[in-house]
């Protein structure tokens, strides 16, 4: 059901000198008290208790015409209540958008609020009927009423970099848990951050309906304040490599057309951790996709992935690489355990050529498709942000024709106008040949996997990849337990789990041949549970998951989109409990930190049934590939006891 209540437009006259407004959330316990006297600001206050000090909001035109500032010429409230709108490839099968909206127009501008019961939002939108405009800076406050701790992801290698070279960066890094005084003015952080308000309450800070306009990064506005910072726009942008680099900007941060609107800054307010990773903002608050388009070709699904494991499979008489009988092989792989897909990564195509178009002699790509269409299992394709900036439209032509299902697009690395606009174009274009798209090298989720379901997956996430490099010095471990509260909160993400070589604390090493995991085994398989990823990696050697056929299958028969989510029970750097439902059956996850850990879960909710347990081994904590497989049925009453080795985690499957 999809109802909206009837607006109240009030009119200049009717509100005659009234310069404070105050927006309420549906379930009233968020209170924002909007004012505009010149110029705007707001704040905000959560069951009596101050989240936001007031903060000024505007955007500044090259023009030097300011939206925002200025006489409010008048006033629009009122209440949307979207009951069941469907979701694709998401973690549910509907979502609900209910909110309180006030808008105040301007000269040539709106700005939208909206109050959810887990958040205030707002945007700017354009109103003017005709012309082009330029737009200098964005103002964006954050004043905080305390010195809060914070989460802020920096850049990796921002404490050597200037601010101009920390807008490109992959948009992956752990968090650095800091008083908001202690942030640097030498480094920005970038999107989602989160702030603990104390007394249980967390600040989600991000973005959604990010579309023609660079992304947010947050720096240090004095004292326990922040503020917002976009990318200027590109003057001048030179291929080196993989990537395009910046070599100078324009001073204006973005273009625009009279009637644009523009990204919903979000304040989300969480009163239990466990909320987060179960947050539907960034989804309700994008554009959604054309209603008259037919979705239905879009399959999520498993995919078999050769990069992680170095190409290295055993036991067999050929040498293994980048050539057409190792792909044959990861074919018949996917093949015996019912994986949708394979992705070929880097090396596939002329590197120095850079051209996608032009395959390497070693691999038979028409054969590839042919023989793993005789298989059910389709091909995805890695390609550079360089690669496929040169002619997207003729690559996914011509391997759309071939029977190829979809693109992994890397190395973007950047979140100004021009790479934003970028990656519209390229969901834009390979939805218009059926194409999947896996955005690697990338800035977080903002909506635009609502706008075009094809874009199936994001990276934007410090995932296992690290492991092959950065193990001696890295708690992958305590970031499993941090980001599904953070990253996660704005959407899906591309880990690439599934180690099956598992290593304890203090034991883990980089090796990038042959990696390992940090934490146990049945921690690798929770995770595909927790971990929100509609197109999953399985990342390890098929020769390793052979011998592990128990792991193998479980893992394969996880579903990788839900009907419905239940957050158990969570928080942040220390555990994660989350239950999904898939028709009838129900798969529960479970992760901890470097603690071993019980949890009270109570799971009857499900309605009971049969129960398939993965749970950490009695030598787990010594030897972390350590599991045991329980068949069983739920407890009459639904309540059970999870326990967690140290770097641990827990799984199961609940069916009639």
């Not at 101050?50 to 925002?68: A, H, N, R």
């Not at 691999?363 to 890695?382: F, H, K, Q, T």
Request: glycine letters at 8%; proline letters at 5%.
């Amino acid at each position: 059901m999809i109802a909206a209540s009837a607006a109240l437009i009030l009119s200049a006259s009717s509100f005659a000198a009234k310069t404070a407004w105050t927006l309420i959330s549906p379930d009233g316990r968020i209170k924002a008290e909007i004012s505009s006297n010149g110029k705007t600001s707001y704040s905000v206050t959560f069951s009596g208790k101050t989240i936001l000090s007031p903060s000024e909001i505007s955007m500044t035109l090259e023009s030097g015409e300011v939206f925002g500032e200025g006489k409010v010429k008048g006033v629009k409230t009122g209440k949307v209540e979207e009951r069941g709108l469907p979701a694709v490839a998401y973690t549910k099968a509907k979502v609900d958008n209910i909110y309180n909206y006030l808008t105040l127009s301007f000269k040539n501008c709106d700005i939208e609020f909206r109050a959810y019961d887990n958040a205030v939002t707002y945007r700017f939108v354009s109103t003017a009927k005709k012309g082009a405009f330029n737009i200098s800076s964005e103002k964006m406050e954050l004043k905080f009423p305390e010195n809060w701790n914070s989460w802020a992801p920096y850049p990796i290698g921002a404490d050597k970099q200037t601010i101009e070279r920390q807008f490109r960066n992959s948009f992956e890094h752990f968090y650095d848990i800091q008083k908001l005084s202690e942030w640097s003015d030498k480094k920005i952080a970038f999107l989602p951050v989160l702030v603990d308000a104390g007394d249980g309450v967390k600040v989600l800070i991000t973005e959604s309906d990010l579309r023609g306009y660079p992304g947010l990064f947050l720096f240090p506005g004095g004292g326990h304040s922040l503020k917002g910072v976009n990318a200027p726009y590109p003057k001048t942008v030179v291929p080196e490599g993989v990537q395009g680099i910046v070599k100078e900007r324009e001073e204006y941060i973005a273009k625009a057309e009279a009637g644009k609107s523009f990204p919903w800054r979000i304040l989300g307010i969480f009163d239990d951790d466990k909320d987060l990773p179960n947050s539907d903002l960034t989804w309700q608050l994008a554009k959604p996709a054309d209603p008259g388009t037919d979705w239905s070709w879009v399959k999520p699904g498993h995919a078999a992935w050769e990069w992680w494991s170095n190409w290295n499979i055993y036991g067999v008489d050929f040498k293994s690489g980048v050539n057409t009988v190792t792909y044959k092989y990861f074919i018949d792989f996917a093949a015996k355990f019912g994986l949708e897909y394979v992705l070929m990564d880097a090396g596939w195509y002329d590197g120095k050529k850079n051209d996608p178009m032009e395959v390497i002699p070693q691999v038979d790509m028409e054969e590839l498709a042919r023989y793993g269409e005789e298989r059910n299992v389709g091909l995805i394709l890695w390609a550079g942000y360089t690669a496929m900036a040169n002619d997207y439209e003729k690559v996914f032509e011509h391997y759309s024709k071939m029977g190829i299902k979809g693109f992994k697009v890397d190395f973007f690395d950047r979140d100004d106008q021009m790479m934003v606009e970028f990656l519209e174009n390229i969901a834009k274009s390979a939805a218009k040949y059926h194409l999947l798209i896996d955005f690697h090298g990338v800035f977080k989720p903002s909506g635009l996997e609502r706008t075009y379901p094809n874009v199936i997956n994001y990276e934007g996430v410090y995932g296992l990849e690290q492991m092959k490099w950065g193990a001696d010095e890295y708690d992958q471990v305590l970031y499993d337990v941090t980001v599904p509260f953070i990253r996660m909160a704005a959407g899906r993400m591309d880990y690439t789990q599934g180690a099956m070589i598992n290593r304890t604390k203090g034991n883990s090493y980089s090796d990038n041949s042959n990696p390992v995991s940090q934490g146990t085994r049945c921690r690798q398989i929770a995770e595909y549970v927790v971990f929100e990823s509609p197109l999953v990696m399985l990342c390890d050697s098929p020769s390793r998951y052979y011998k592990e056929p128990e792991c193998t299958e479980f893992i394969a028969g996880i579903p990788t989109t839900w009907d419905e989510t239940i957050p158990l029970k969570g928080k942040v750097g220390e555990y994660i409990a989350i239950a999904r439902r898939k028709g009838g059956d129900w798969f529960v996850g479970a992760l901890t930190n470097w603690d071993e850990r019980e949890l009270e879960l109570d799971l009857s909710f499900t309605g009971g049934g049969k129960m398939t347990v993965f749970q950490d081994g009695v030598n787990a904590t010594k030897m972390a590939e350590d599991y045991k497989k329980v068949e069983t049925a739920l407890p009459a009453g639904g309540k059970i006891t999870v326990k967690m080795a140290p770097g641990g985690g827990w799984a199961a499957k609940i069916s009639k």
